[in-house]
């Protein structure tokens, strides 16, 4: 089935590492988003990348990265810049000005 | 600054009622609002409204949009368990060849047997 697969679903590190999380879609979407989730805060977009080899920040970039080399995968690092980095983060895809699809979330805490 | 705002924040209902949730919205360049249903991981997408006054329905669901008071309502008649869910709201606004998104903080709807 056609779908978003973001991994890993939990994952925790120490304070000073780098994490990435990784974002697969086999739905042929042109554009990929990356949001971030906390309570009480709904979705707040991180990055988004429109094409292969192209990427823009949203709203809250800092202390992030990404790269989009294949059309099927976006992987958000979360950099040891990121002050507060725990958070449910959730991978979504588009095609053109069409619904995001969202993939099932990863959740991360910084111990 | 754009924003999207969500009411109630929550909602405990009994099985049957009809519930109506609000988003109002100010979005510079807007294009279309959306709502999607949280379960507990993925959202997922029920309604896209582009057009104000034209009713989208689907089931149980339905809901409007009124683009000249900035203001959307989401509409579960007959609600039933299977109804809880966070309720997100998002803005759509031109940015490029996508859709650049503003979520509002959604609604908790609790529906008791």
């Known amino acids: 089935d056609g779908g978003i697969t973001q991994s890993p679903k939990y994952l925790f590190r120490k304070e000073g590492q780098n994490v990435t999380l990784s974002c697969e879609q086999n739905?042929?979407?042109?554009?990929m988003y990356w949001y971030r989730q906390d309570p009480g805060q709904g979705l707040r977009l991180i990055y988004y990348s429109q094409i292969v080899n192209d990427f823009q920040k949203g709203d809250i970039a800092e202390g992030y990265s990404v790269s989009r080399e294949k059309k099927e995968s976006f992987p958000l690092t979360v950099t040891s810049a990121q002050k507060n980095p725990t958070a449910f983060y959730l991978c979504?895809?588009?095609?053109?000005?069409?619904?995001?699809?969202f993939g099932e979330g990863s959740r991360l805490t910084v111990l | 600054e754009d924003k999207v705002v969500q009411s109630p924040l929550s909602l405990v209902v009994h099985e049957g009622d009809t519930v109506t949730l609000n988003c109002s919205y100010e979005v510079t360049n807007f294009r279309s609002l959306l709502w999607y249903k949280q379960e507990k991981k993925a959202p997922t997408f029920l309604f896209m409204l582009?057009?104000?006054?034209i009713e989208k329905k689907s089931g149980r669901l339905s809901s409007i949009l009124d683009k000249k008071e900035l203001f959307s309502i989401l509409n579960i008649t007959a609600t039933q368990t299977g109804d809880s869910a966070v309720y997100l709201c998002?803005?759509?606004?031109?940015?490029?060849?996508?859709?650049?998104?503003?979520f509002g903080t959604g609604t908790l709807l609790a529906v008791q047997p």
């Open positions: 739905l042929n979407h042109d554009a």
């Open positions: 998002a803005g759509a606004f031109y940015g490029g060849a996508t859709n650049k998104l503003i």
């Open positions: 979504a895809s588009s095609m053109g000005r069409g619904e995001l699809f």
């Open positions: 582009t057009s104000s006054g």
